[in-house]
């Protein structure tokens, strides 16, 4: 297990009702879960739209269960952006 931060932007730091808070969980989709449970309702549909950087790294269209996280990361949340 890891521990690092999870920073939430635009819609999912809304959600969430914060900006940042800790992980200590292994993979990406463990620390979604734990987020989820901390923050129920509106954060789940968020997350569903959202894109991910681990330690800047673009998550893509990998399973969640595969990232791994690092002792001191980071996990970035991005929501969907509008405009050009």
Known sequence: MASGTIRYW???????GVAEEPYAEATLADALTAARSRHPGELD??????SFLVDGDPV????????RLAEGGTVEVLPPFAGG
């Open 60 to 67: 893509g269209t990998r399973a969640h269960e595969t990232v």
């Open 10 to 16: 635009a819609a999912a730091k809304a959600a969430a």
């Open 45 to 50: 549909r968020v997350l569903l739209r959202c």
